[in-house]
């Protein structure tokens, strides 16, 4: 079980260098969503390296630093493609809540004092709701939409598969078993495969979303 474990956690830690090496490759054709997505995976490549090989304090500077950046990414990215104002005010709201709660821990009790696992339970959660929220509101819209011609129909896929593994992963650290956790960095390696196919997206003409 303990190398199965192993094998999984470096296929979760190495995946991000699929969609990484794609967006390299298809720079001058990615949209703007696919370009901030980008952005945030060399970002996210510091954490990914770091749970395998560096130090305690490293680490956990890594992460908590990274949870707050990864959910204000994506709270722009649904931002900046949400046209419902309800759903705007909501994503800003839960911003500003997200980066004063993180930094009034942070202040509290130091950001090396230990892992914040509630910060990324919080992000989960609020991820799975913008997701809702953003199809919920193309629906409302009454149009037909290709979603699957469009990269952040499969950026959210992505997230809406890993973030409840995510949740329930670190909600329950204590109480899960050594399955669960392979789960988790099988959920972590998919959800870099589809981001993938998300930045292919942009790259082929019979793909690509019409204008």
């Not at 490293?58 to 104002?85: A, C, E, H, P, Q």
């Not at 839960?94 to 130091?110: D, E």
Request: proline share 2%; glycine share 2%.
């Amino acid at each position: 079980m303990e190398s199965l474990r192993t094998i999984m956690l470096n296929l979760s830690i190495f995946s991000i260098f699929l969609p990484i090496l794609l967006s390299i490759v298809l720079f001058n054709r990615l949209d703007r969503n696919s370009t901030i997505v980008f952005i945030l995976l060399l970002l996210a490549v510091f954490p990914q390296l770091a749970a395998r090989f560096a130090g305690r304090d490293v680490r956990i500077v890594l992460y908590n630093v990274y949870i707050l950046v990864d959910f204000v990414t994506w709270g722009y990215i649904f931002l900046i493609n949400s046209k419902n104002r309800v759903l705007r005010n909501l994503i800003q709201v839960s911003m500003l809540f997200s980066i004063v709660f993180s930094l009034a821990l942070f202040a509290s009790t130091g950001i090396l004092y230990r892992f914040y696992s509630e910060l990324i339970c919080l992000n989960s959660l609020l991820q799975v709701l913008f997701i809702l929220a953003y199809f919920y509101s193309l629906y409302l819209t009454d149009q037909k939409i290709e979603l699957q011609r469009k990269p952040i129909f499969w950026f959210s896929l992505g997230l809406l598969l890993y973030a409840p593994v995510t949740y329930f992963h670190f909600a329950f650290h204590s109480r899960v078993s050594e399955n669960v956790a392979i789960i988790h960095s099988i959920m972590n390696a998919l959800m870099y495969i589809i981001f993938s196919i998300g930045i292919l997206v942009n790259a082929y003409p019979f793909l690509k979303a019409k204008q």
